[in-house]
């Protein structure tokens, strides 16, 4: 069974970090470029990070940038978001996403909220006190 699962979420002050995980399983995210997005009540869906499969190239979207790190562990199957310097706009449920690396012509067009992926997360909530 395919799955991508997120953990790594709760609620942190203002300032405070925390690391999110996504796991694979029931395929190999070596071969797949993975994304991070973010949704909260009411708005639109919002990339945060993606990185490649193939030249480990990254993309950081412009709402984290400077305060986010993506890295990937594909012996462990699993890709992680650092976030640092935290704030209560960044409360939201954070999912990963999958997408064939044979298909995609830059990690920045993967990155579109629009772009049709090939698996998603349910997410895990994360909440910015003030």
């Known amino acids: 069974q395919v799955q991508l699962v997120e953990s790594g979420g709760g609620l942190v002050q203002s300032g405070g970090s925390l690391r999110l995980s996504c796991k694979a399983s029931?395929?190999?995210?070596?071969?797949?470029?993975i994304g991070w997005f973010r949704q909260a009540p009411g708005k639109d869906r919002e990339e945060v990070s993606c990185?490649?499969?193939?030249?480990?190239?990254?993309y950081y979207g412009d709402s984290m940038n400077g305060r986010v790190t993506i890295s990937r562990d594909n012996a462990k199957n699993t890709v992680y978001l650092e976030m640092n310097s935290l704030k209560p706009e960044d409360t939201a449920n954070y999912y990963c996403?999958?997408?064939?690396?044979?298909?995609?012509?830059?990690?920045?067009?993967?990155?579109?909220?629009?772009?049709?992926?090939?698996?998603w997360g349910q997410g895990t909530q994360v909440t910015v006190s003030s």
């Open positions: 996403v999958a997408a064939n690396g044979n298909l995609i012509t830059s990690i920045r067009t993967m990155c579109d909220p629009s772009y049709p992926n090939d698996y």
């Open positions: 990185i490649s499969d193939r030249d480990g190239s990254i």
């Open positions: 029931g395929f190999t995210i070596g071969y797949y470029a």
